[in-house]
């Protein structure tokens, strides 16, 4: 777990980039050294780092999840089907981690990736932190919830 925080904190720079070439389809054409220099210029060194914390949370996560979900699967259709050790019993185990290590981890992913697009011209944030930022989507998604649902019709 530790592992995979610490090699996310220290790759972080290249996927801020990552995530930012991706998202501006104009800084594609200029390509990462050009995003890389106008960042650093604009933001500083820090903003490479935007996101790291839910980044190693990501990672420690997903890693915890996987293999405890891989383990756990594996031993329930051992005990509780014909299945015995071999190919069937590892692609089943590991796509039931596969799916539940994703669902697990897509909101960490989001809050990290809207942190590392969140740019800080001119002082100005929209998120504090990630523990905000999951906060402020938390809260808007339930205030559009609300309001979409009030239109939909009840069965009676």
Known sequence: MFAGAI??????????????????????????????RRTLSEEGIKALWKGVG????????????????????????????SLEEGFPIHLISSSVAGILSTLVTAPIDMVKTRLMLQREAAGIRIYKGGFHCAYQVNYYFFLSFLFFQSFVALPT
Not at 25 to 31: I, Q
Not at 59 to 67: D, F
């Open 54 to 81: 839910p980044a190693m949370a990501r990672a420690a996560v997903l890693t915890a999840s996987q293999l405890a979900t891989y383990d756990e699967t594996k031993q329930i259709l051992v005990r509780w089907t």
């Open 7 to 36: 090699a996310t904190a220290l790759t972080n720079p290249m996927e801020v980039l990552k995530v930012r070439l991706q998202m501006n389809p104009d800084m594609r054409k200029s390509g990462p050294v050009s995003e890389l």
